[in-house]
């Protein structure tokens, strides 16, 4: 059973930083694209970074400069480190895996999801 389980979340002020961690269980993640999202009240999901193995990369706009997506492949487990976290990114963030050979930024695109956690982010 390929299970995904996000860790990491709170509560910290504007300026703050946070670090998500996602354990992958029930496969072997290597060769899968890693993403993470996330979702506000009222709002649809919406992509924030993904990784393909350990050097593709790829950035919401809203996040570059600012969020880190990297992996531990032997492990299995994806790192999302959030820094200069501003209220506007209080959200539910999720994990995401997809056996896609590129980097996708639509949820539609991702096979196994994680039942996220809350980051909440205070001015």
């Known amino acids: 059973q390929v299970q995904l389980v996000e860790s990491g979340g709170g509560l910290v002020q504007a300026g703050g930083s946070l670090r998500l961690s996602c354990a992958a269980s029930g496969r072997t993640f290597g060769s899968y694209v890693m993403g993470w999202f996330r979702q506000a009240p009222g709002k649809e999901r919406e992509f924030v970074a993904a990784i393909r193995w350990s050097v593709s990369t790829d950035y919401a706009d809203s996040v570059k400069g600012r969020f880190t997506i990297s992996r531990d492949i032997a492990k299995n487990t994806a790192f999302l480190q959030m820094n200069s976290l501003k209220p506007e990114d209080t959200a539910v963030y999720y994990c995401?895996?997809?056996?896609?050979?590129?980097?996708?930024?639509?949820?539609?695109?991702?096979?196994?999801w994680g039942q996220g956690t809350q980051v909440t982010v205070s001015s």
């Open positions: 995401a895996a997809t056996s896609r050979l590129r980097v996708g930024t639509a949820p539609s695109e991702y096979e196994y």
